[in-house]
């Protein structure tokens, strides 16, 4: 399968039923759901979703899901999904696949992302364990959304460090990120925490001294332990 192993839509999508779970899909982009337009999550379970290349010009891309339009999440559980090159769980990547382009990338302000990684077998480089964000998109995540221990996997005891660049997230070509929840106990071998390339652009928003943002307890074996 290409877009989507359990869901392609070529407008929107909407998860809103705690009842449902998304387990053992598998495509090239979007793993468990693809939506060419929007993709709205505020429930659910995406658990051991994987985002797979297949010979395909296409890039494996969204372990849990893909979307080309706005994104929003509110709520839902994101656990071990992986992907063979970009977003481990969620890949936002505004116009890369034939979607319009449009800086509105949308927003996380829920939902829990935990064991999510990148992860390939040809020695390719990978990009964002949990989210990445990509062609043109200005993604915001705030609010309750929580991110740890995602870039890697423990396989027989053992703990393998398999995201390139960006434990939690990385932001690539002319995308945007504004971060304003702290991230912590996530692992790669560049960025811990963030990665940032090409010419994306990266942003802290809503921190305070009562309330700070903090990068904490985010590990790498090359450069940049937090960004």
Not at 42 to 60: D, E, I, L, P, Y
Not at 217 to 222: E, G, I, L, P, R
Request: charged share 10%; aromatic share 8%; hydrophobic share 30%.
């Amino acid at each position: 399968t290409l877009y989507g192993g359990a869901v392609y839509s070529a407008n929107s999508v909407t998860v809103s039923n705690s009842d449902v779970v998304f387990t053992s899909n598998s495509a090239t982009v979007g793993g468990a759901v693809f939506a060419k337009g929007n993709l709205n999550i505020s429930s659910g379970t995406f658990t051991s979703n994987s985002a797979r290349n297949q010979g395909a010009t296409v890039k494996a891309q969204g372990g849990a899901a893909s979307c080309d339009g706005r994104v929003d999440i509110s709520g839902g559980t994101f656990e071990k999904n992986f992907s063979e090159n970009y977003g481990g769980a969620i890949s936002i990547s505004k116009g890369t696949n034939g979607g319009s382009e449009n800086t509105d990338g949308g927003k996380i302000t829920g939902g829990v992302f935990t064991g999510n990684y990148t992860i390939s077998s040809t020695g390719e480089t990978t990009y964002g364990g949990a989210i990445y964000v990509g062609g043109s998109a200005n993604v915001s995540i705030g609010g309750e959304a929580k991110f740890e221990k995602n870039g890697y996997y423990i396989q027989n005891g053992s703990t393998n460090i398999s995201t390139t660049y960006g434990g939690a997230f990385a932001v690539g070509e002319n995308g945007v990120l504004n971060l304003g929840v702290s991230v912590s106990n996530n692992k790669a071998r560049n960025g811990g925490a963030v990665a940032v390339l090409g010419n994306a652009k990266f942003n802290f928003f809503g921190s305070t001294q009562t309330d700070p943002i903090t990068l904490s307890n985010n590990q790498v074996t090359n450069n940049g332990g937090a960004i």
